[in-house]
Every structure is written in C-alpha cells, then in structure tokens.
C-alpha cells in the first residue's frame, strides 16, 4: 500500500470529514497502545505474579495435621470428578509455627484412620493454604499470566476502537440519510 493511500484521512481534500480525522486519530492511538502497551502489560502482570508466586513460597510451610475422625470410604458409585481420585473430606487439627491449635477440613486418602498424620500446607497465620508453586511452575504460570494480560488488553483497545467506529458510522449513516432527504427530491425538478 502506498504511503499517500495509507494516511489519506490526513490529507487535506474535500471529502475529508472530521469524524474521518476522529477515526485515523483513534486508530493511530490504538495502535500505539497495542504495540507499546501490550507487552508493557504483559510484563508487568508477569513479573507481578512471579513476585506474588514467590511471596507464598516464602510465607507457607508445611505442617503435620492428624484425622480427627477416621475417613469415610470412597463408595463405588461415588464420583469426584477426577479420575482415579481416591479421595474425601475429613475433619483435621494442627499446630501452627507458634504452636497454637486449630481445626478444619481437607482433602484426605479415603479410609485413612483416626489420628493418621498428613502433610497440609500453611500461610502465615497458621490457616490452611494450597501449596505453593516450585519455581519452575511459578515461572510458566507468571508467563501465562502476563500472556494473557496482554492479550486482554489487546482485546480491550480493539474493542474501544471497534465500538468508536461503529458509533462513527451510525453517525455518517444519519447524516448521509439526512443529506439524501433534502437533496434526493430535488433531482428531478431541475434545480441540479
């Protein structure tokens, strides 16, 4: 495409009409953002998330919690919506790192007996948390996160630009309508 067709809506002529100025500043902004401030985005929510990745590595540890009550068996007909998942829900107690009691519930192997020891996960104040990401997976999910932040905000720019130019031609569409109906009839009198 030659430069002269590609930047014709700057161009002084005319047929330029300023909702075509509107639309050539829109799409030069846009695109501007797409090209600066997608990766900005992108590598900003990734680094983010690896931070917040490696602030629960650094905050939870893993504790010993004991079955209060023996686990109920995993019944037959039982479906947990993971296959080959052997497990239940069951009450458990542990000790935080200041040695405080607590209670709640888990996941657990079904048909573990009462007083049986697991490994559970902990945050900071001693409640019960996911394990964290080792590195390596904290890494593919902080790049999945900023990935995806881009692409969102991508998707958010051609959006606003999308709905401007379909306001745009709602607009030109009026005004032709608008124009026609004046000048339309007066075709066919001689006065054109």
Known sequence: MKPGKALWRWRRNPLRRPS????????????????VG???????????????????????YPATAFLVDDAPGRSPGAFSGNVGDNTVRAAIRWRDAQR????????????????SGITVWLDGSGRLAHEPLDPAGGAVAATLVGVLAAVAWCGAVAGA?????????????????????????RWGDGRW
């Open 20 to 35: 075509d100025v509107l639309e050539a500043a829109a799409l030069l902004v846009a695109s501007a953002l797409v090209v």
């Open 38 to 60: 997608g990766p900005a985005v992108g590598v900003g929510s990734g680094l983010a998330a690896q931070d917040a990745f490696r602030q629960q590595r650094r905050e939870r």
């Open 100 to 115: 405080s009691a607590h209670r709640g519930t888990t996941q657990v192997e079904a048909g573990r007996k009462a007083g």
């Open 161 to 185: 630009v999308w709905g401007l130019r379909a306001w745009l031609r709602r607009r030109r569409a009026v005004q032709w309508e608008r124009a026609w109906a004046e000048g339309g009839p």
